[in-house]
């Protein structure tokens, strides 16, 4: 589904980025950790096509997207959630879901039907299934944030995506608010065989949900596999806690 | 080779009044973050003011710089003044209103000089130590010159050390670099604005005063000017004074080689710099970029609904009441509806753009007047029945929109701001100059309409038809995808490239659209006056759709409607009844504003608490 292979991205003298290799199966679900700094930001943002590598590969689905821009990766059904949850202000929820099925048939340069007319049975569906159904007219600009970030979810879906990239979907929210978002894109995405690359801060959420987990640290992987084994290694447990103790046991981070 | 260096001598004692008044201004950008259009004015206000105070004062060097410096100070102080009792309440208010505001300020100021010094140019003369002139490889140089041109760098220099080596100065440079800690300032926040713009408007005064000896006061100058000053600060960069002296430079340097050479050139030949310069730098010379400019402000993030079944009947019945207005009201009274049915065009495309868009054009005036001219043209010299000349005008207007737009979508803020503004300024002076097409100053005339559309009522029906067709295009475009990808652009823009839509070509297709409308508004506009002229294309009459869309309110769609009639009825009855209309008008901009920052309609669907406005 997804192959990374040696990307690397500097900024001036820092290097954010450096030679990360690794690779995301069909319908898989992927944390990627790493405390404050680590280069996930970073690394979504060139999976995705907002940076650009220095060097690198990265092949979706068999295709190399590596230095296309957003929006032809997107057209490679890949869905993408912001660390701040990015939705149109001006637009109610159903219209930001409408918006998004909209732009994935290339539909937008119409003038004349309405938009809001347009794909409502389907929009209202994906709305129901993050559970947004019942606030589908009101305005996106006034809704709690962590409702922003289910229709983050809702429009990212609508794209048909075959992989997911969420950067700290759960950044902002209420604790108990976090393990049901998480819990809500995991089960949708098992349903769909859609893909999951994640980042997240709370430990609880990845090792509830997590198949695999890669540890990033000042740019390089550290380590990967089961939640159980990158929990057991002494490597991780350093940078997390620079202690013993294993990590989960208290919320690492911030 | 004499001729060279004369010239250059010419071009470097020109830029010294340049880089006064663009100094100031960019001082006063780089803390407050207001872009003020009545820089200008302190600029006209120092070249009165010094003609006041040297004529007063006794004659001699002594008099003459004693009024020079005190003309400054005074208009320092008059900058203080505006910013205490009016700019400060408009920090937190969006940009636009903020520039909306300052043209009031120009309005008053203009009638005000008016009052106070009289309609006739005044011209200072010079004390007689600076009255000669030197030989330079045999060709004589004014000796003032050689005195303005010592003027710039010791101006430069000064600044240099004030903001370098002296407390305040370095409290100004961290503002300029860093927005959060001027909100961090508190109270001693209000303290250095105040100074800045003292000093700033200081500085304009200076350059004002300074120009005296060279050219008369008169009561064009200030947006004459503060259109240069702009030039200069975008193409040195917004908030660098260095920048800002490099580029008078430049640009006059330049001019004085221009007018020299090929006359015709010189009024275009900043505009082209300056595009050529933001084409390549951005954000000019020494310019770092800035943040993009909130439009509306959080005002926009309201959601718009379509038009439901009441507003659509009474839309229904405004129109039907103006298809037959022509039955009941008079010559006089029509002529003005038939203004305000094209101008409401006018501002809708406008809105379009900035509203949806969130792209603010000041030059919107370039396309109506292409739209016009090619009205105009096509009658006069191809004999074209009116109505196929009325298609060329969206055709030319549209075109020179693709090639814009494609610069615009790609610049934020105030540099946006600045290139439409110096192409509409581009085209404003292709009109005068190329007089053997357009007629120059004279403009064309005896645009009529077709013998079947003569009559008035048939006449305004046409109108009527083409303007509430275009107004309604615009409309179901808001609605139709397009209008949601272009709000998408502008409300989340990587949301929008996330969802394959690209935010850029988005842009410049509703740049395109809303130019061709704004053409085929000139076009009607043409025909109704029976002729063209180069006021269309003035900076006067993209300021004139600016008011009107922001009257009305950007984050509304009837807003521009409404906007266009409570302008061109408040300008059309003060002209009619009152000789300091701009006095008045001004005054109501400046208090709308203050009073309604998200316009008319806006604040009234706000006190409805009802969205569907
Ligand atoms: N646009 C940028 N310009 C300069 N440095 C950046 C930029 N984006 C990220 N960095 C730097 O790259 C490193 C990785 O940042 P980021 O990818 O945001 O980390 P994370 O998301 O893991 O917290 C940090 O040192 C950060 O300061
Ligand atoms: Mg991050």
Redesign the interface.
């Known amino acids: 589904m997804l192959e990374v292979e040696g990307l690397a991205k500097s900024f001036g003298g820092v290097r954010a980025v450096q030679g990360v290799t690794f690779s995301v199966a069909a319908g898989e679900i992927v944390a990627l950790i790493g405390p404050n700094g680590a280069g996930k930001s970073t690394c979504f943002n060139m999976l995705n096509g907002q940076l650009r590598p220095d060097s690198g590969r990265i092949v979706i689905s068999g295709r190399n997207s590596t230095g296309l821009p957003p929006r032809k990766v997107a057209r490679l059904a890949v869905g993408r959630t912001f660390q701040v949850a990015q939705t149109y202000g001006s637009m109610t929820v159903r219209e930001n879901v409408q918006m998004a099925l909209i732009a994935h048939r290339r539909e937008f340069f119409g003038l004349w039907r309405r938009a809001s007319d347009l794909h409502v049975e389907e929009a209202m569906a994906l709305l129901d299934r993050v559970g947004m159904a019942e606030q589908a007219d009101r305005s996106c600009g006034v809704l709690a944030y962590g409702d922003a970030k289910r229709v983050e979810l809702a429009v990212a879906l609508a794209g048909g995506p075959k992989l997911l990239l969420m950067d700290e979907p759960t950044a902002g929210m209420a604790p108990a608010e976090r393990t049901a978002l998480m819990a809500l894109a995991a089960s949708l995405a098992r349903a769909q065989g859609i893909a999951i690359l994640f980042t997240e801060h709370d430990m609880d959420v990845v090792f509830t949900h997590a198949e695999r987990v890669l540890v990033l640290d000042r740019g390089r992987i550290i380590a990967q596999g089961t939640p159980e084994t990158v929990r057991a290694d002494p490597a991780v447990r350093a940078v997390y806690l620079g202690s013993t103790a294993p990590v989960g046991a208290s919320h690492a981070g911030s | 080779m004499d001729f060279i260096v004369v010239q250059f001598l010419n071009g470097v004692a020109s830029a010294s009044s340049l880089f006064l008044v663009a100094s100031g201004l960019t001082v006063i950008f780089g803390v407050t973050r207001v872009v003020n259009f009545a820089h200008g004015s302190f600029y006209m206000l120092g070249a009165y003011m010094a003609y006041t105070l040297t004529s007063q004062l006794p004659r001699g060097s002594l008099g003459f710089w004693g009024g020079v410096i005190g003309a400054a100070l005074v208009i320092g102080l008059v900058g203080a003044l505006l910013e205490f009792v009016l700019l400060r309440r408009l920090y937190r208010a969006p940009e636009l209103f903020q520039l909306l505001a300052t043209f009031g300020v120009v309005l008053v100021v203009q009638d005000l000089t008016l009052w106070t010094w009289g309609p006739e140019d005044l011209l200072a003369s010079r004390p007689l130590s600076l009255r000669g002139a030197v030989d330079v490889m045999g060709r004589s140089v004014p000796v003032y010159d050689l005195v303005l041109i010592a003027v710039g760098p010791v101006v430069l220099a000064a600044l240099h050390l004030l903001f370098h080596k002296t407390r305040w100065g370095t409290l100004v440079r961290a503002a300029t670099q860093d927005r959060e800690m001027v909100e961090a300032l508190g109270v001693e926040q209000s303290r250095l604005f105040t100074a800045v713009f003292f000093l700033g408007s200081l500085l304009a005064g200076l350059g004002g005063a300074l120009q005296l000896p060279r050219e008369a006061a008169s009561l064009n100058m200030d947006l004459a000017q503060i259109t240069e000053a702009f030039v200069v600060v975008v193409v040195g960069g917004m908030g660098s004074i260095l920048g800002a002296y490099l580029a008078a430079l430049l640009i006059a340097i330049l001019q004085a080689f221009g007018i020299a050479i090929f006359p015709k050139i010189t009024l275009v030949l900043m505009f082209l710099v300056m595009a050529v310069v933001l084409a390549v730098r951005p954000y000019g010379l020494l310019g770092r970029p800035q943040a993009v400019a909130r439009v509306g402000g959080s005002s ?5 609904r ?1 038009a439901g079944s009441w507003s659509k009947t009474a839309a229904a019945v405004v129109v039907a009441v103006l298809a037959l207005s022509p039955l009941v009201l008079g010559d006089y009274s029509m002529t003005v509806l038939t203004e305000v049915t094209i101008l409401a065009l006018f501002a809708a495309s406008l809105h379009f753009l900035m509203g949806p868009g969130g792209v603010v054009s000041f030059g919107h005036a370039a396309y109506f007047g292409v739209g016009s001219y090619a009205v105009a043209m096509a009658i006069k010299y191809s004999g074209l029945p009116m109505l196929v000349a009325v298609v060329g005008s969206p055709v030319a207007a549209g075109m020179l929109g693709v090639a814009v737009g494609w610069f615009c979508v790609r610049l934020s803020g105030v540099y946006l701001a600045m290139l439409t503004l110096a192409v509409a300024q581009i085209v404003w002076s292709t009109a005068i100059q190329w007089d053997g097409l357009t007629g120059g100053d004279n403009g064309l005339l005896g645009i009529w309409p077709d013998d079947w559309a003569r009559g008035r009522w048939v006449f305004y029906l046409v109108i009527l038809t083409i303007s509430a067709g275009g107004i309604l ?1 615009l409309r ?2 808001i ?7 272009l ?2 652009a ?3 823009p ?9 935010p850029g070509i ?1 842009q410049w ?1 509703a740049f395109v659209l809303s130019s061709a409308l704004a053409g085929v508004a000139g076009g009607l506009f043409a025909l109704a006056k029976g002729g063209v002229f180069p006021t269309y294309v003035a900076i006067g009459r993209s300021i004139d759709a600016l008011l009107m869309v922001l009257l009305g309110g950007v984050a509304t769609v009837t807003g521009p409607l409404v906007g266009t009639a409570v302008f061109v009825a408040l300008q059309d009855e003060l002209s009619r009844f009152t000789n300091v209309w701009r006095f008045i008008l001004g005054c109501v901009i400046i208090l709308m504003v203050l009073a309604f920052p998200e316009g008319v309609v806006g604040f009234a669907a706000r006190w409805r608490r009802d ?1 569907d406005a």
């Open positions: 926009l993030a309201v959601a718009l379509p295009l179901r475009a609605f139709a995808p397009f209008g949601y990808a709000r998408a502008r409300d989340a990587l949301r929008a490239e996330a969802s394959g839509i690209n988005v297709a969205p």
